[in-house]
């Protein structure tokens, strides 16, 4: 078996200072710090090799391996440049070159891996190869911790490689390379044999030796055998976990220190605390009876979450309207809000505010954000978000969570509608309780958001409220 190169260190340079930052604000306003999210400088694994050779298995035994679920398979093959009407004719007679890197669009490639590595939403083209072009769509990759980036030029492009943590070339035998590329072509992309043949021997083989082959010299690790080099696999695994392990612990030192710059802050004036009337007391009142049945504490408690959506609606903007009234002649001028407002449920505790948001905004549209804290590290993670295309043209984006203790979570959520176009002073926290130092250190990376809180209480008080309320 070849010897395999060794794996050079890989640095971790994803955690921004968190010092807060002079804004220069006289208005009264905290100032503001900075946060990366865990899924900011994403690990990107590069993984070239001929076309035959087993490097799309190799990145799903490398998924498999690992048993993360922030992993994302991106091939180059969805770069293909957009062919002339003369280009696309020569394509279907198996007479274009699709094997140098002239075909690559390695710009928007960059592009793309450059978001991605900033933890930034990407829209990824879907190229057709019955059609031998981009389709009208797209795919979005979004927050992975690693991604796996493979094509035949995948180390190929020195901005690419710039970006690259691990660079791994998948070695196998022509021979064999060329029987899988026969099998994938007829069988996956309806081509010919004799076209598959004409193409091997015409742009494949040599630019195999002209292109490829020399990106040998640049990688970490070369793979003789695919997956069936268990060693490799294992290897390029323990790399990995290795790089998240640093890359959280970076992320809860980060949080702590967020914590401590923020601890001696003022409470922000976009903290909106719910007036606390009788009859709001009267119903915290009943909530907290240990003895409470079931039924009527989502009765009351559906009664405070329509007040706490009432008050995160009265900050967003409205326009003057006017309605004809049921008495015949008469009019009434009136306000309605201006644009469409949406609201976004933190799973699985931001699903009891709903039935209050249903009865103040009865068509308000709903997404879904699932974060839950790590049990073994302390971290919170994103599993899961689905989101409105049209979010970032909202007039207000609600953002529903019943309990905040640490801010972890909630600045996680935030980041996430940041980073799909939702500007900052558009966007509402609405939460029944919330601790101190969560508040600050949430208001002070994200000074512009609102929050609409009922209770303030105790820091790191456990999440009740929607045990209680569901049951379960």
């Given at each position: 078996m070849e010897a395999m190169k060794e794996l050079s260190p890989t640095t971790s340079n994803n955690v921004q200072d968190m010092t807060m930052v002079d804004s220069s604000n006289h208005t009264g306003r905290l100032d503001r710090a900075h946060y990366s999210p865990p899924w900011a400088n994403t690990s990107i694994i590069g993984i070239a090799g001929s076309s035959g050779s087993g490097k799309t298995s190799l990145a799903y035994a490398i998924i498999k391996e690992l048993s993360l679920p922030w992993v994302v398979i991106l091939s180059m093959?969805?770069?293909?440049?957009?062919?002339?009407?003369?280009?696309?004719?020569?394509?279907?007679?198996?007479?274009?070159?699709?094997?140098?890197?002239?075909?690559?669009?390695?710009?928007?490639?960059?592009?793309?891996?450059?978001?991605?590595?900033?933890?930034?939403?990407?829209?990824?083209?879907?190229?057709?190869?019955?059609?031998?072009?981009?389709?009208?769509?797209?795919?979005?990759?979004?927050?992975?911790?690693?991604?796996?980036?493979?094509?035949?030029?995948?180390?190929?492009?020195?901005?690419?490689?710039?970006?690259?943590?691990?660079?791994?070339?998948?070695?196998?035998?022509?021979?064999?390379?060329?029987?899988?590329?026969?099998?994938?072509?007829?069988?996956?992309?309806?081509?010919?044999?004799?076209?598959c043949i004409k193409q091997w021997f015409s742009f494949v083989k040599p630019n195999y030796h002209k292109y490829v082959e020399p990106q040998r010299n640049v990688a970490d690790l070369i793979v003789p055998r695919g997956i069936e080099n268990k060693v490799a696999i294992s290897m390029i695994s323990d790399r990995v976990h290795k790089t998240l392990d640093e890359k959280s612990?970076?992320?809860?030192?980060?949080?702590?220190?967020?914590?401590?710059?923020?601890?001696?802050?003022?409470?922000?004036?976009?903290?909106?605390?719910?007036?606390?009337?009788?009859?709001?007391?009267?119903?915290?009142?009943r909530l907290m009876e240990p003895g409470l049945d079931r039924e009527d504490f989502v009765f009351y408690f559906d009664r405070l979450a329509v007040m706490l959506v009432e008050k995160a609606t009265e900050p967003l903007r409205y326009k003057s309207t006017v309605v004809e009234t049921p008495v015949p002649g008469n009019t009434y001028n009136g306000l309605a809000l201006d644009g469409i407002v949406s609201a976004v449920v933190v799973l699985r505790g931001g699903s009891i505010l709903e039935t209050g948001l249903k009865r103040v905004i009865p068509d308000c549209r709903t997404g879904r954000i699932l974060i839950q804290?790590?049990?073994?590290?302390?971290?919170?993670?994103?599993?899961?978000?689905?989101?409105?295309?049209?979010?970032?043209?909202?007039?207000?984006?609600?953002?529903?969570?019943?309990?905040?203790?640490?801010?972890?979570?909630?600045?996680?959520?935030?980041?996430?509608?940041?980073?799909?176009?939702?500007?900052?002073?558009?966007?509402?926290?609405?939460?029944?309780?919330?601790?101190t130092q969560g508040l600050r250190r949430l208001m002070s990376v994200f000074p512009d958001i609102k929050v609409v809180v009922c209770r303030i209480v105790e820091d790191l008080e456990r999440r009740w409220l929607e045990t209680r309320y569901l049951g379960c």
């Open positions: 093959d969805s770069f293909y440049k957009p062919l002339t009407l003369e280009q696309s004719a020569a394509a279907f007679r198996n007479e274009y070159d699709f094997d140098a890197p002239e075909a690559i669009d390695f710009d928007v490639l960059v592009e793309r891996l450059r978001d991605i590595k900033a933890g930034k939403k990407a829209d990824i083209p879907v190229y057709s190869f019955e059609k031998h072009a981009r389709l009208d769509k797209s795919t979005t990759i979004y927050s992975p911790h690693v991604l796996i980036l493979e094509g035949i030029f995948a180390l190929h492009d020195q901005r690419v490689l710039d970006m690259l943590d691990l660079k791994i070339f998948a070695d196998a035998e022509p021979d064999l390379c060329l029987s899988r590329r026969l099998l994938r072509d007829v069988r996956e992309r309806g081509r010919d044999i004799e076209g612990a970076l992320h809860q030192a980060e949080l702590r220190r967020l914590g401590k710059v923020s601890e001696d802050a003022p409470l922000s004036p976009n903290v909106i605390v719910l007036d606390p009337s009788k009859q709001v007391r009267g119903i915290n009142t804290t790590n049990f073994r590290t302390g971290e919170p993670e994103l599993h899961y978000y689905s989101l409105s295309p049209e979010i970032s043209k909202h007039n207000g984006v609600l953002l529903l969570d019943p309990q905040m203790s640490s801010g972890g979570a909630a600045l996680m959520a935030v980041k996430v509608l940041l980073d799909h176009g939702v500007r900052e002073d558009k966007i509402v926290f609405v939460t029944y309780t919330a601790g």
